[in-house]
């Protein structure tokens, strides 16, 4: 069965701190996606980047890096220099090829304070 | 653009009432449209996603139930609401299998007392 881990449940920051989100996760498939989104106080969830299993470089986007390793199967997200727009909940996903469900994991809260 | 509306924003229903949420999609074509719930402390949870007019599927046994009249509307639906369908209400949509991103709607935050 899939699975998908955050064990971290809260995380508090001061802004520019660098911050690391952990997600974790599991399935047998050799062909899946991860991915993650950020869920502001709105509530509406905002894509945020997707990897597929064969991709395992790592991507940085301004702020945002991740980094995927099978080998642990671990897909983490960092955020640099954090600022206090960063607070949120931050969802790790993962969706197996040629399904339709997206299995989420539990969210990390991110607290930056000023 | 595409655009996705979902409503009501919030709702407190008693035991025992019917539920209707209702969610549109905007500026495409045959998406595939999803029902998410968000319990307090709790990930998102996949209830119902379809594929096309009346084609339904459900993720797990529950009180609820999901149709899809129209193409681009997707309504969440019970005939008698418990106390555990108390959650964050999440409607989300993408376009088949080309793109991989999910879009979601606002959300619904649904209180059952």
């Known amino acids: 069965a899939q699975k998908v881990t955050q064990a971290q449940t809260e995380i508090s920051v001061v802004e520019k701190e660098d911050v690391t989100l952990d997600c974790v996760y599991e399935t047998r498939d050799t062909t899946y996606y991860l991915f993650w989104y950020k869920q502001p106080p709105s509530g509406e969830l905002v894509f945020l980047i997707r990897?597929?299993?064969?991709?395992?470089q790592n991507e940085i986007s301004g702020r945002y890096s991740w980094n995927f390793q099978k080998s642990t199967s671990s897909f983490n997200f960092t955020i640099t220099a954090s600022q206090v727009v960063d607070s949120a909940v931050y969802f790790c996903?993962?969706?197996?090829?040629?399904?339709?469900?997206?299995?989420f994991g539990t969210g990390t809260r991110l607290q930056v304070f000023p | 653009s595409q655009t996705i509306h979902q409503w009501p924003a919030t709702l407190v229903q008693p035991v025992g009432s019917p539920l209707s949420l209702e969610c549109t999609v905007e500026g495409t074509s045959n998406p595939n449209l999803y029902w998410y719930r968000q319990a307090a402390g709790r990930g998102l949870q996949l209830l119902f996603y379809?594929?096309?007019?009346?084609?339904i599927s459900s993720e797990v046994p529950q009180n609820l139930s999901a149709s899809r009249p129209q193409d681009r509307q997707f309504i969440l639906s019970s005939k008698k609401l418990l106390l555990s369908d108390s959650g964050f209400y999440l409607c989300?949509?993408?376009?088949?299998?080309?793109?991989?991103?999910?879009?979601f709607g606002s959300g619904t935050q649904l209180s059952v007392l």
């Open positions: 379809s594929v096309g007019i009346g084609q």
């Open positions: 996903a993962l969706r197996i090829y040629n399904t339709d469900k997206l299995i």
């Open positions: 990897r597929n299993s064969f991709d395992e």
């Open positions: 989300a949509w993408r376009i088949g299998a080309t793109n991989e991103k999910l879009f």
